[in-house]
């Protein structure tokens, strides 16, 4: 059940098993042309990315107005650098998403330490689908149902931190960060490793000169998957937080009920620009490894 | 540590079989604090939400820890408020069926703009695909609070779609499009289209053109071809890319929050108002719950096709 859930397509498509593609058909005419598909696929890409360049262009606009174009100006993200809220959601944003995607990361790389190379032993099956189970249910269920245990537990200790969020998003990032670390896993061999055990390295000398170094790719792939995650989420993050504890993203939906400024466009361009880097990075760095 | 990475299953014997229970032990304690976190934070909560279900909403929001199942009954009845006679809750019945309205649309628009994108991806040389691949996938990974944002821009009445229409001269006044179904529709769309492709594509990948070959040398033509021989060898993809999209449709919250207003509620916002203004905790356990268990099936289904479709290769 683990190997088919959301993300998991996702990666494995990245690494499809070339299929026999047999002899070419004769030049001039191709089976694989059909009708109208190409016009179609160019317009899909266009139509991906238009209106995040919009968006973008927008940011840079000097006007108040989010229709009329005035003039190339930085001033939406002077204002944004300058809103006391903008930056204290953005620290809390990333101290979330760093601490949230490195207990994932250690909690994954061990699972998938534990899961990966063996035969099937007792209780492999569950503990795959509890690793997964956060990618199984929306959203939107496990942040009411968080909410509930956590507004019980928020008001017989009275104690709210950012704790509460670290542990949710800790919780969802798991699965995220285990993905590649155990696809990292799945294409090493032991051979290394039993050459270090014949000169008798200890088994913790063997983990970390051999183990350790090799895997690392995936455990770095994992940790910006997770990191990508926390800093995008909303809707958990928007039913754990207890008052004041705005994250970037919840920030921006609560600003989208107020009147729109080109400020929230500023502050998406720079997520998507710090996004699209982390992005291409994890392809970077999972491509290494073929 | 040492015998993590034991390849070979051990023969059976008195020594081999505690070892490999001592194998067992380590792998359980190092797979431990990950179902711990996952147990406490994900797992756990969804028992808990089950008891509220059962239980009666207090005034202010919360419970009273009393039994009831009133949620239950309310996820598809109501109380007549003079003579307590139920009756089909038409709020919540509409909510139901623009829910799967637009995640039926949602998914037949992903279908026709993802399969042939898909399908381009495909057939273009290898080397040359892993960069339109990237070019899907790094919009999906993209924020979609921010990628909501973008088709709000697109679409507001002074967005830049009216402001092209209202300069080409074909229509006076803006089109109100934001806060409709309309734009629901289209925001799900462009968010989810990724899910459609990737799975197509995995499935077109595999596809042996010997076999389209074939049906070209014997006179079908291209549309029948594609019918008779390519739809039926990517199906498998297909249900796999449609069922990825319904089920985060379904579940759907931010997008409809933003370009559906405060009045075109799908599932996930009715769920939010009961743990908001509609201080029903128990009905909207129940809503959740059932939400949960209609994805569940969804993902029954989806699992059992893709493994179908991994024992056929």
Known sequence: MSETTLSGSKIETETVVPAASGKKAPKGYSVSTLPGFSVVAIFTFFALYAPIMILVLYSFNAGTSLAIWEGFSLRWYVQAAGNERVIDAAIRSLILAGASATIASICATMAALATTRTRRFKGRTMIYALINQPLMVPEIVTAVALLI???????????????????????????????????????????????????????????????????????????????????????????????????????????????????VNAISTIILVSGAILVSLFFWVSRERR | ???????????????????????????????????????????????????????????????????????????????????????????????????????????????????????????????????????????????????????????????????????????????????TDFAIGFGMTYVYLPLMVLPVYAAVDKLDFRLVEAAHDLYAGRWTAFRRVILPLIKPGIIAGSILVFIPCLGAYVTPRVLGGGKNLMFGNLIELQFGAGRNWPLGAALSLTLMAIVMVALIYYVRVTSREREDV
């Not at chain 1, 690392?216 to 008052?243: N, Q, R, Y």
């Not at chain 2, 623009?98 to 628009?109: D, F, G, P, Q, V």
Request: proline fraction near 6%; charged fraction near 15%.
């Open chain 1, 149 to 263: 245990v956590f507004a019980w537990i928020k008001v017989m200790t009275g104690y709210t931190s950012l704790l509460y969020l670290i542990a949710a998003h800790t919780a969802f990032c798991i699965p995220f960060a285990y993905l590649p670390i155990r696809a990292r896993l799945e294409t090493m061999d032991d051979t290394l490793e039993v050459a270090a055990r014949d000169l008798y390295a200890s088994p913790m000398q063997v983990f970390r000169r051999v183990t350790l170094p090799l895997m690392w790719p995936g455990i770095i792939a994992g940790f910006m998957l997770a990191f990508v995650i926390s800093l995008d989420d909303v809707v958990i993050t928007e039913f754990v937080k207890s008052a004041g504890q705005e994250t970037i993203p919840t920030y921006m939906l609560g600003q989208l009920r107020r009147v729109v400024t080109p400020e």
């Open chain 2, 1 to 179: 540590m040492s015998d993590m990475a034991l390849n070979t299953p051990p023969e059976p014997g008195a020594l081999e079989l505690e070892e490999a229970q001592q194998d067992n032990r380590s792998r359980w304690l190092l797979a431990l604090p990950a179902m711990v976190i996952i147990g406490c934070f994900a797992t756990l909560p969804l028992l808990v939400m089950l008891v509220y279900a059962f239980l009666t909403p207090g005034d202010y929001g919360n419970v009273v820890w009393k039994f009831s199942t009133d949620g239950w009954v309310s996820v598809l009845l109501q109380r007549d408020i003079f003579d307590d006679t139920l009756m089909w809750a038409d709020a919540h019945l509409s909510i139901f069926w623009r829910s799967l309205r637009l995640s039926l649309i949602t998914t037949i628009l992903t279908l026709i703009f993802g399969v042939p994108t898909a399908w381009f991806i495909a057939t273009r040389p290898r080397e040359k695909r892993q960069f339109w691949l990237f070019l899907v996938t790094v919009p999906f990974w993209t924020n979609l609070l921010v990628r909501t944002i973008a088709i709000q821009e697109l679409i507001r009445s002074e967005g830049v779609i009216n402001l092209i229409l209202l300069k080409i001269g074909i229509i006076d006044e803006p089109i109100q499009m934001m806060f």
